[in-house]
């Protein structure tokens, strides 16, 4: 019986090894990292073109030369936890990758920056703002085959997105 036992054993270690090392490698493999586009190929720069909000206050007009106005849009990916909301002016493409399209973002100048009230972090060990920004705006439809904007936010792992939609009022 003892030779059967340590047989069992010198395959069991190893598969411990094996799964914790592949536990450590997935551990940090959340949503964003797996992501794959919403699949959408079919939308327009002049149905990307227009205003666009969020519950937050956020506006984006996106010209149909190519031009941008910003107001108080956030940073995205772990530059969000930051609390800037940077106002400017910029430029946007729509581009179409193998997961979907996606709105290229660039703030070129920047005229006003503004905390998010809920950022954790304090003036005096916030990074400088930055004086050009790029995001990228996944392109999705919702229900009603209307477009809505969208990227991660924070911890990948927990996969947030900041959403932008249509502007609904004047």
């Not at 666009?52 to 956030?74: F, I, M, P, Q, S």
């Not at 969000?80 to 179409?96: A, I, K, V, Y």
């Not at 973002?105 to 006003?112: E, G, H």
């Amino acid at each position: 019986m003892t030779g059967i036992s340590r047989g069992r054993g010198r395959v069991v270690a190893p598969m411990a090894g094996l799964v914790a090392v592949l536990a450590a490698l997935t551990a940090c493999a959340g949503p964003f990292q797996y992501y794959e586009g919403t699949g959408v190929h079919d939308a327009t720069a002049a149905e990307v073109a227009g205003h666009w909000e969020n519950v937050e206050g956020t506006r984006v007009v996106l010209h149909e030369g190519g031009t941008a106005l910003l107001e108080k849009l956030d940073e995205q990916d772990f530059a969000f936890e930051d609390g800037r909301r940077l106002s400017g002016t910029g430029t946007w493409q729509l581009t179409d990758e193998e997961g979907g399209q996606v709105v290229r973002l660039a703030l070129t100048a920047r005229t006003r920056v503004e905390s998010r009230s809920s950022a954790a972090t304090t003036a005096a060990s916030a990074p400088e703002p930055p004086s050009a920004y790029t995001w990228s705006f996944h392109v999705d439809r919702d229900r009603h085959d209307g477009l809505r904007l969208f990227f991660f936010y924070g911890d990948p792992d927990l996969g947030n997105t900041y959403v932008m939609t249509r502007e609904t009022g004047p």
